[in-house]
C-alpha cells in the first residue's frame, strides 16, 4: 500500500492555509469555511 502524497499546484505564501479534510468534494477556487478550535471545557474535542 503506497501513502498519499500532498500535491499544492502553484507556490504557498505566508499565511496561506492548506485544506486537508473534505478534499474530495471540493473544486479549485471554491471557498471554505476555517473551523475553529473545539472550546477547553470540550473535553476529548467531541463537540
Not at 471554505?32 to 473535553?43: F, G, R
Request: glycine share 10%; net charge positive; hydrophobic share 40%.
Amino acid at each position: 500500500m503506497q501513502k498519499a502524497m500532498p500535491f499544492l499546484k502553484g507556490n504557498l505564501k505566508p499565511n496561506d492555509v492548506v485544506v486537508s479534510a473534505g478534499i474530495h468534494s471540493i473544486r479549485e477556487g471554491q471557498k471554505v469555511k476555517q473551523l475553529e478550535p473545539p472550546a477547553k471545557s470540550n473535553i476529548g474535542g467531541l463537540l
